[in-house]
């Protein structure tokens, strides 16, 4: 079946580090992708989507390329804020079956220091 | 809009007890999640509707239930409550691909 697997956190950085969160997916039929962030507290909010191969998502400094070569969704920031301490989630959503189901990694905790 | 809303958002119960997680949505979508949060798990789909009167099981539906009367609310049921349902719980609609998650509700069985 389909599925998600991301790197396992914590990520501890410095305030304006460069950022990587690596994605891998796999998947039978054509996905759409995307990257939800979730706030101490609070539910999952979206940050970012792609719907094809090459289409690039891009949110409040963030960036994630759908590569379908190397199945992957890796979210980038150049220079992260104390604020983006958070916890990231990448998923997938088939959604050519017409169920919008969909499948999440299991989130990577970033930690920004000042 | 309100988007998501969830109630209560802690509970705590003991083993047996049952209890019901609502769950309601003015967006008018038609599609709708239940999920629960684990540390180390991510997100594990419990039940979805793709419209009222329509609901189907996900990933980890043994313990739960759930119906969709109306468009708008959704409520996940538990009977017979476990430890292992020890869990954060998430509700979600989804419109235009993309889901919209309530604040969640803390759910502690003892």
């Known amino acids: 079946g389909d599925s998600v697997t991301q790197m396992e956190g914590p990520v501890t950085l410095s305030e304006e580090a460069f950022l990587t969160i690596n994605c891998t997916y796999t998947a039978t039929g054509y996905p759409s992708l995307f990257w939800y962030v979730q706030y101490p507290g609070e539910g999952l909010q979206l940050l970012l989507k792609?719907?094809?191969?090459?289409d690039k998502g891009s949110n409040k400094g963030f960036e994630a390329t759908y590569r379908k070569e190397t199945t992957s969704f890796h979210l980038e920031k150049g220079s992260v804020q104390v604020s983006d301490s958070a916890v990231y989630f990448c998923?997938?959503?088939?959604?050519?079956?017409?169920?919008?189901?969909?499948?999440f990694g299991t989130g990577t905790r970033l930690k920004v220091l000042a | 809009n309100a988007g998501v809303t969830q109630t209560p958002k802690f509970q705590v119960l003991k083993t047996g007890q049952s209890m019901t997680l609502q769950c309601a949505q003015d967006m008018n979508h038609e599609y709708m999640s239940w999920y629960r949060q684990d540390p180390g798990m991510g997100l594990r789909l419990i039940h979805y509707s793709v419209g009222a009167g329509i609901t189907d099981q996900g990933e980890v539906p043994n313990g739960y239930n759930v119906s969709r009367s109306t468009t708008e609310d959704f409520p996940l049921r538990l009977l017979s409550a476990a430890p292992s349902q020890t869990s954060v719980y998430f509700c979600?609609?989804?419109?235009?691909?993309?889901?919209?998650f309530g604040p969640g509700t803390r759910l502690l069985v003892l």
């Open positions: 979600a609609s989804s419109g235009r691909g993309v889901e919209y």
């Open positions: 792609a719907t094809k191969a090459d």
């Open positions: 998923a997938l959503s088939d959604q050519t079956s017409g169920t919008y189901k969909y499948i």
